[in-house]
Each structure stands twice: as C-alpha cells, then as structure tokens.
C-alpha cells in the first residue's frame, strides 16, 4: 500500500525531480522491460504510467521487450517443452512460430495497449518492420569444448540495426515498442536475446541512458551488497572472480557493450519496485545498479 504525501512533501519530490527532467530533456532513453515488472498486473499498470511520464516531460523512451513466460506458456499448450542451451532458448522452426506469435502479437501488442490506455502514444515494431533489425544465424561456442560450435536453431546475432524507423516515431511523438526478432538475409526469422537487442539499440541511437530492468535489486556483491555507480572496469573485475555469474552475465555483457560504446549511463534496476523506472531517473537515490561509461 503506497504511503500518504502531505502536499509540501509531493511538492519536494516534484521539486527533486526537475534537474533531472531538464539534465534529460529531448534525450532517448531505452529500457529492456522484462521479469516481474511484465507479469504483476500492478506493477505493468505502474510501467506504463512511468513510460507516458517520461514522454510527456520531453524525454524519448524506447520500449525493448521480452516475453520468456508467455513462451513457456504457449509452448506447454501445444504441447512443447522449452529447451535452453547455456541460458539460451533452443528455437527450432516450430518454435519460432510460437516465439513470433508471442512476442510479436499477445506480449507486444499488450504492452501499447497499456501505454496508450495512460495517454501515450505507442506503436509496436518487430525487426521485420521496414528490415530495421537485420540479422544472422548464431552459432554458440560450447563453453564446455571451446572451437565446438553448437546450433541451436533460428537464433539469432544482430548482423545492424537501421535506427531511422525509431528516430522517426520518436520525433513525432511516439512511443516505439519493440519485439526482439531480427530478419535474415534471405528473409529468416530469427529469435534474438531481449537484452542484447536493447543494447545495440542504445548503442545505434546513442542513447542518453540504457535501463535494464530485472527481478534482482541490481549488482550484488560477494556479500549480497548493492553495488552502484561502478565502472566498465570493476565489472571485469567481478565477472572474473565469479562475483557476477549465470543470469546476470548477458545483462551485464549487453550493458559493459553499451557504456564502452557511447550510452552515457546504464542502469540494471529492480522491476518489483513499484514506479521503479521513473525511481532510478528522476530521483537522487534510485533503486539499482549504475554503470558510468568511464
């Protein structure tokens, strides 16, 4: 239950916030929405308002999803178990229909229907529109046999991405949702990881800030403190050793990319706070993990 303001304290958090809405006026801000933030009803309610917020005090949100339940789901009514492979979905041909169905249709469009029922304005995108998001077939190093490579079907490795369909929306006042399917060469659907596509994202339209948001409080260290304002770094540092490990290293390999190439900051925050995201970028405290860019 949300705590009561007295009027003087909703004026001080008005207050506290505006250096940051004139620091990020007219400047892109991707966020990776995923974890519990996509399937608590209360917490999809509070991302949508956020998102609409930063839009209407001039920023430019870029929405990139994911959807890794809704596939289980599916895949289970057709009868289908999920497959990974080192953290990553096996994804033959009849998968693909169902993780295109998914993502594409029931998570994407469910996600602009919230955003506009808040009063914004959000257009829903794939890789497949206008071929903005062009990619190849990813083989994985097996990291038990380094040389061997290992197929796991139509997933996919960002070959570009064309930011002008996006720079396009976000001038006219849209918001771009994104599914993370690429398009091949020869027209292939290819399943992408959600979080390696918000990063290149952010990397192509320079983005002020890249925003990743999980169901963890941010970056632990060894003794379970949260770490913040950490450099490129210190994170090399605790991927070696073993700090960071399993779950959070494609996060943090899609955020060290995006700080070392010109995202200014990135953020990896905890999607269970309620309005966590308007948290983390208009107030002096935040509710994660900032990543500076040197």
């Known amino acids: 239950?949300?705590?009561?303001?007295?009027?003087?304290?909703?004026?001080?958090?008005?207050?506290e916030a505006l250096p940051y809405i004139k620091r990020f006026h007219g400047k892109t801000i991707v966020v990776k929405y995923g974890g519990?933030?996509?399937?608590?009803d209360h917490l999809k309610q509070c991302f949508a308002r956020d998102v609409v917020l930063l839009k209407l005090v001039g920023m430019n949100p870029v929405?990139?999803?994911?959807?890794?339940?809704?596939?289980e789901n599916l895949l289970a009514k057709v009868g289908k178990k999920g497959e990974f492979?080192?953290?990553?979905r096996v994804t033959d041909a009849e998968t693909m229909e169902v993780v295109e169905m998914v993502l594409g249709g029931q998570v994407n469009k469910e996600i602009v229907n919230l955003i506009n029922q808040h009063g914004g304005k959000a257009v829903g995108l794939t890789g497949k529109d206008g071929n903005f998001i062009r990619a190849k077939k990813l083989m994985m190093e097996n990291k038990d046999n380094p040389g061997d490579l290992i197929d796991i079907g139509?997933?996919?490795?960002?070959?570009?991405?064309?930011?002008s369909l996006i720079a396009l929306l976000d001038?006219?006042?849209?918001?771009?949702v994104i599914a993370p399917i690429g398009v091949g060469s020869e027209g292939e659907t290819y399943n992408?990881?959600?979080?390696?596509?918000?990063?290149k994202i952010s990397e192509v339209l320079k983005a002020e800030k890249l925003v990743l948001l999980t169901n963890t409080p941010g970056v632990l260290d060894k003794a379970g403190n949260l770490l913040t304002?950490?450099?490129?770094?210190?994170?090399?540092?605790?991927?070696?050793d073993g700090t960071l490990s399993g779950g959070m290293l494609p996060k943090i390999g899609s955020a060290l990319d995006a700080a070392r190439s010109g995202v200014r900051s990135v953020h990896i925050i905890d999607g269970r706070v309620e309005h966590a995201l308007l948290l983390e970028i208009l107030t002096d405290e935040g509710v994660g993990t900032l990543i500076k860019s040197k």
């Open 192 to 199: 992408i990881n959600a979080d390696v596509v918000a990063g």
């Open 154 to 163: 139509q997933v996919g490795d960002i070959v570009s991405i064309d930011p």
């Open 36 to 40: 519990n933030a996509m399937t608590d």
């Open 63 to 71: 929405v990139v999803h994911g959807g890794g339940p809704q596939i």
């Open 171 to 176: 001038t006219g006042a849209f918001i771009p």
């Open 1 to 15: 239950m949300t705590a009561k303001l007295f009027p003087a304290d909703k004026a001080g958090v008005l207050a």
């Open 85 to 88: 492979v080192q953290g990553m």
């Open 229 to 240: 304002g950490i450099t490129p770094k210190q994170i090399d540092d605790m991927v070696a």
